[in-house]
C-alpha cells in the first residue's frame, strides 16, 4: 500500500432496513472521520502495515478453495464502486461521522490518489459502546465516558491498482457485491442435473426448496466438469471400484434428504471425495486447488 501520511479515513454505514435488501451494496452511506494530526498517523501506519501483507503469495480467486492464512485472493481489474471512490476522492463535502452506533459497518483508508483504498469490517465486538467502561491511563484505572471504535491489525480486503484482494469471502462480501464470481446455477442448470438419466431424488421438492449458494456453486461445478455427460455404467463403476459411501439403486444414484448424505453425493459429483494414497481412506474435502504439472500453466 502507498504511504499513508496524511490518509483519507471514512466510514461505510448501512440502516438495518437497507442491510436486508439484495442490493445492500448500494446504499451504503459514507461519512468522514474528522481526525487530529497525530491520530491520522496512527491509522494511516496500522493500515499501511496491515495493507504489506496483502500482496505477497497472492492467487487468483476461485470460491472451491479456502486459502491458507498466509494465502490472499485476488480478484483483477475489479469494478470498484463509482459512487464509494467519488466519495474518498472529495471526501471533504462527506458529512462528518458524529456518532458511533450499530450501523457503522466498515471504516475506509485510503490514500490521496484512491489507488489504494483498505477496509476493515467494523461488528460489535469492534464497538467501544457508551457503557460503564474502565481505562487504564498512566497506572490509573479511569471510567471511560465516550463511545469509540476498536481498529485491528488486520484488513477485511484492499483495493490496490485496480486488483481487490482478500483472503475471507464472506467479509469482503460484505462491502462489495462478489455474487457474480460464485457463479451460481441458474434454476435451468439446476433442472438439467435433476433431470440426469442416472440421479433419483429421496424427495425432491425438498431438495429444490433447500437450494443455498453453496448447493447451486456445487451444480456449475457438475456441469462445468462435465459429470453428467458420463455414461451410467462408468459412474456405477468409479462407485463400486473405490467403494465410495454412495448409495446406489438399480444403477442409480440416491440424493438423500439428511444432510451428511447429501454432502457425500455433493462431493462426489464435485471431486471432492477422494482417495487417500497411503492408508486408502475414503475422505471428504471442502477446499480443491488443482495444481498444474511442471511446465505447464
Known amino acids: 500500500m502507498s504511504k499513508l501520511d496524511n490518509p483519507t479515513v471514512c466510514t461505510l454505514s448501512l440502516d438495518k432496513e437497507s442491510a436486508s435488501k439484495s442490493d445492500k451494496w448500494d446504499h451504503f452511506t459514507m461519512r468522514r472521520l474528522v ?43 475489479f469494478p470498484f464502486p463509482t459512487v464509494m471512490m467519488k466519495g474518498l476522492s472529495n471526501s471533504a463535502v462527506l458529512e ?13 483508508v485510503s ?52 486488483n481487490l484482494y482478500f483472503k475471507s469471502y464472506r467479509y469482503a462480501n460484505m462491502i462489495f457485491d462478489l455474487n457474480q464470481y460464485l457463479e451460481l446455477a441458474s434454476d435451468e442448470a439446476i433442472q438439467v442435473f435433476m433431470s440426469c438419466p442416472f440421479v433419483k431424488f429421496e424427495d425432491s421438492d ?15 461445478l457438475i456441469h462445468k466438469a462435465g459429470i453428467l455427460d458420463f455414461e451410467v455404467d ?8 473405490n467403494h465410495l459411501p454412495v448409495q446406489l439403486e438399480d444403477d442409480m444414484i440416491t440424493i438423500p434428504k439428511d ?39
Open 111 to 162: 490514500n490521496k490518489e484512491c489507488t489504494s483504498i483498505a477496509f476493515q469490517i467494523i461488528d460489535k465486538g469492534h464497538r467501544l459502546e457508551k457503557k460503564p467502561c474502565l481505562i487504564l491511563d498512566n497506572k490509573t484505572f479511569k471510567q471511560n465516558k465516550e463511545a469509540g471504535i476498536i481498529l485491528r491489525e488486520s484488513l477485511s480486503c484492499l483495493y490496490e491498482d485496480g
Open 35 to 77: 481526525l487530529d494530526e497525530k491520530t491520522s498517523i496512527f491509522v494511516g501506519n496500522i493500515f499501511e502495515s496491515a495493507a504489506e501483507r496483502y500482496t505477497e503469495d497472492v492467487i487468483d480467486y476461485t470460491p472451491d478453495y479456502n486459502p491458507d492464512p498466509d494465502q490472499t485472493f485476488v480478484i483483477r481489474d
Open 96 to 108: 462528518a461521522q458524529e456518532h458511533v452506533d450499530d450501523d457503522i459497518k466498515a471504516i475506509v
Open 234 to 241: 462408468e459412474v456405477r463403476k468409479v462407485i463400486e471400484d
Open 259 to 297: 444432510k451428511d448424505g447429501l454432502r457425500n453425493v455433493m462431493s462426489f459429483f464435485t471431486e471432492k471425495m477422494f482417495i487417500t494414497l497411503f492408508s486408502k481412506r475414503v475422505c471428504v474435502s471442502n477446499s480443491i486447488l488443482p495444481i498444474s504439472e511442471p511446465g505447464i500453466q
Open 206 to 220: 425438498y431438495f429444490k426448496k433447500h437450494l443455498n449458494q453453496t448447493m447451486r456453486r456445487n451444480i456449475t
